[in-house]
């Protein structure tokens, strides 16, 4: 387990992590994971029975 005074690396360089920008080191690292979000360099995965249109209809709601 890991203690309070201690925190993991910066994700992005390895680096030790910044309270005011944790979990990264600075900034910067924080502004490139915010790049890489914003131009979809990460992804979060979606399996074909999420697909909005399977999705089941709620008790108010009309097929249409």
């Known amino acids: ?5 201690q925190h ?9 992590s910044v309270e005011r920008y944790r979990p990264f080191c600075s900034r910067r690292c924080a502004d490139v994971d915010l790049n890489r979000w914003l131009s979809g360099f990460y992804a979060v995965p979606v399996g074909a029975d ?3 249109d399977q999705l ?9």
């Open 50 to 52: 999420e697909d909005e």
């Open 8 to 16: 993991k690396p910066c994700p992005i360089c390895g680096k030790p």
């Open 1 to 5: 387990m890991v203690e309070a005074t």
């Open 56 to 64: 089941p209809l709620a008790p108010d709601e009309t097929p249409q």
